[in-house]
């Protein structure tokens, strides 16, 4: 079987450099109409990824986003998301789980 992810296409956020190691993190930039991301209507577009299964995203490169969002058909990802504009910090270092935050779990 091959792989599958959420059907996010991400950008980096306007702080970052283009391949996100600068900490700025990634933004929704795009949901793929029929995956999992668009089906569940809770992500939008402009909203922040900050962490997948509970690894922070934002000093990560775009591929290796990618590659922990991927997996077997019908496998599960958890992406915890800043709603756009949303003032929290992208860390979400100081902050009670689910404060200025979604947290999702999306499945493929």
Known sequence: P?????GVRLA???EGSSDGAAGGGWVVEALVPGLSAWSCGVIREGDVLVAVD??????LSREAV????VGPRGSKVRLQMLPRGSRASLSGEGREPGEDRQNLAVAE
Do not use: F, K
């Open 2 to 6: 091959s792989p599958c992810g959420p």
């Open 12 to 14: 980096a956020t306007s």
């Open 54 to 59: 509970g690894e922070a995203c934002s000093r």
């Open 66 to 69: 990618a590659a922990r969002m």
